[in-house]
């Protein structure tokens, strides 16, 4: 079993940056893929990107080149930078974890609001 307890998000201005941490505990170890993804009401759960154990990042088309995916391998954490706000990216923000087991355990969610 994994846990991921999120933390950052709430409110930004347009143009301005947010950074959201997403802490693993439990069987760390089992740990592959780390990533995000976010969920507008009524839209079905976006997938922004995600990490590789060996570090390789894969971008969505609605993070490139705004939002930056990084991972601790130390303190386990994995984290989403994002930049250049925009009010479209009024979300619930979630990160997630795969594992060998197999498994896929989702953060507790985020709310991030963007406004004008």
């Known amino acids: 079993q994994v846990q991921l307890v999120q933390s950052g998000g709430g409110l930004a201005q347009v143009g301005g940056s947010l950074r959201l941490s997403c802490v693993a505990s439990g069987d760390i170890f089992t740990i592959n893929v780390m990533g995000w993804y976010r969920q507008i009401p009524g839209r079905d759960r976006e997938r922004l990107g995600t990490?590789?154990?060996?570090?390789?990042?894969s971008y969505g088309d609605s993070a490139k080149g705004r939002f930056t995916i990084s991972r601790d391998y130390v303190k386990n954490t994995v984290s989403l930078q994002m930049n250049y706000l925009k009010p479209e990216d009024t979300a619930v923000y979630y990160c997630?974890?795969?594992?060998?087991?197999?498994?896929?355990?989702w953060g507790q969610g985020t709310q991030v609001t963007v406004s004008s």
């Open positions: 997630s974890a795969s594992t060998t087991e197999p498994g896929f355990y």
């Open positions: 990490i590789s154990k060996a570090g390789q990042v």
